[in-house]
């Protein structure tokens, strides 16, 4: 357990992290219509990864910034965790709702235990495999409101899939810890995302040279300013500092608990926006974050008893 100064240390830096984390797909959602979802990316990205560079320099150091022989594996698991994962959720959100983005997102807890399972062969116990069933049937019903074709109104199955694909992308990157020991969690999501941010712009210049998506204006880009800085200082910079730091006191098990509630965010930011919901969609997101509680707890419990 951690110590009583710690945790409220935790509580402080994960809050932040869940604050700006929680409106993201809101936010996002309705900028995607000013600014198409490669430029939103990548542009995100471009300014998040010069004020992480510089904290970097202030924090650690500028011999930080040397990879030491590192740079493949940090750019193979950068272009996974900012590029893939960027490109993906954005493409799909511009297609589906946020609350969908959010609950699949929500996802990625048990998507690490399955691919913890696959890649080394560790079998999850058999209560977090159920636990994974009730969240994946947690998200089929918000996703069809208990009807297939609900999910295929508005190419929502297809935003769906796309925003699925992102939540694997960072799935994979939370497994690159073991190719960086001894780097800081700051050193490590600043090396990593360095790659990742060039991958991001690549894949912008390459849609906007193919005529996939138009260079924006001066005055499109003016006309979100604030949901750029939110984007940028918030969600980026802040939300991954919180989530380190929350993590660096309270353990990855409790951050995750607390991360449940950025669903609960979500659907509260859309309901406050005017967006009704079904009493199968709050069943289902209901069923999700209980479920992804319930492991969460279990696994605790394990780790006190070990």
């Known amino acids: 357990m951690p110590s009583h100064h710690n945790l ?28 198409d979802p490669f430029f939103l990316g990548s542009a995100r990205y471009a300014a998040g990864v010069l004020l992480f560079i510089a904290i970097l320099w202030i924090i650690e150091g500028k011999q930080a910034l040397r990879y030491g022989g590192r740079f493949l594996p940090a750019a193979v698991y950068g272009l996974f965790g900012f590029t893939a994962f960027n490109t993906f959720v954005w493409w799909g ?6 609350e969908h983005a959010s609950i699949i997102m929500a996802l990625q807890t048990p998507m690490i235990a399955i691919a913890v399972w696959l890649t080394r062969g560790l079998r999850p116990a058999p209560f977090t495999i159920g636990c994974v069933a009730a969240a994946v049937c947690g998200v089929l019903l918000v996703v069809t409101q208990g009807s297939l074709s609900h999910a295929f109104e508005g190419g929502s199955l297809t935003g769906d899939l796309l925003v699925f694909l992102g939540s694997v992308s960072w799935v994979i990157y939370t497994m690159a810890g073991s190719h960086f ?21 690549a894949i912008n210049i390459f849609t906007i040279a193919n005529g996939y998506s138009l260079l924006p204006t001066f005055e499109q880009i003016w006309s979100v300013k604030w949901q750029l800085g939110y984007f940028v200082v918030f969600t980026v910079v802040l939300g991954v500092l919180g989530f380190n730091n929350g993590v660096k006191y309270l353990g990855a098990l409790n951050a995750m608990l607390m991360l449940t509630l950025v669903p609960i965010i979500v659907f509260a930011i859309e309901a406050w926006l005017g967006r009704s919901f079904a009493a199968v969609e709050i069943g289902g997101a209901a069923l999700v974050v209980a479920a992804l509680a319930a492991n969460n707890l279990y696994l605790r419990g394990i780790s006190r008893s070990v």
């Open 8 to 35: 409220l240390r935790g509580i402080a830096w994960l809050g932040i992290a869940i604050l700006s984390w929680g409106g993201l797909f809101s936010v996002a959602k309705r900028t995607l219509p000013v600014l």
């Open 181 to 201: 020991s001894g780097w800081s969690p700051l050193r490590m999501t600043v090396l990593t995302c360095i790659p990742g941010t060039i991958g991001l712009l």
């Open 93 to 98: 959100l511009a297609y589906t709702r946020p």
